[in-house]
């Protein structure tokens, strides 16, 4: 009996944030650890499918690039950054487009298995131009977004699964940041939330403690002292961008905790690190 009352318990604790979120737009960018392990891929589908049943209007954002280093390693081509960037050539940019096809088939079955009305909207949704930064290739930038084909399919509980490509307006094919493509859709949707799954903890201090609630403005000073360093500062700095231009909130969160969105969105203390305006 104890038991079965703190069951009890916990689904009215959890009530409160189910009505908060009904009916609200969650942009998820889905990718790390918790794309790669099976395990943790189970459980991310089984919280969308949870979070999308209880009324939420979720968009999934995937990018793909450990997949995409694996196939460039298999065909012999070398991988090149500039500025964290994946340089694309004509050749790289064949095995990105296939290899996020291929991604994106996965995670709607996947999606679908679990109960989820799951569907590949990326065509059309990101108009770019050749992002401004020599020897890229064709890595894009996003300047608009089609987040008006969204608003029907997420009003009929459809999920969204988008991949980070876009196209200029010559038809050209443009590789996109996973992390820029969901926040400026969250942006143009007017999202209630952005998550972005990562493989940390969310932002930690110089003594390893994570950051539950970060505001934008303190930013630029956790990245100037280190504490914001390396791989987590676009990161971060993709969640301020959304938060400054009209989303509610923006969260960064370890993919590879089982039930992380689950925990995060409906429990009071939350998971990962919090980024509001």
Partial sequence: MNEAATKAELLLQALKYIKKFEGKIIVIKYGGNAMENEELQSSVFQDISMLSRLGLQIVVVHGGGPKIDAE?????????????????DDETLKVVVKTLKSVNKDCVEGLKKV??????YTS????????DAPGLGHVGEI???????????LAYGIVPVISCMGKD???????????TAATKLAEALKAEKLTILTNINGVLDSKGKRISHLSVKDIPRYIEN??????????????????????KKAHLLDGTVPRALL???F???GIGTEIVK
């Fill in 267 to 269: 429990t009071a203390g």
């Fill in 143 to 153: 300047i608009k977004v089609d987040s008006m084909s969204l608003l029907r399919p």
């Fill in 115 to 120: 109960g989820v009305r799951a569907r590949d």
């Fill in 72 to 88: 460039l390693a298999k065909r012999g081509i070398k991988k090149k950054t500039v500025h964290g960037l994946r340089v694309t």
């Fill in 226 to 247: 280190g504490v914001i360093h390396g791989g987590m500062i676009p990161k971060v700095r993709a969640c301020a961008d959304a938060v400054t231009h009209g989303v």
């Fill in 124 to 131: 059309g949704m990101f108009l770019t131009e050749a992002k």
């Fill in 263 to 265: 925990l995060e969105i």
């Fill in 169 to 179: 307006a010559g038809g050209q094919i443009h590789n996109i940041n996973g992390d």
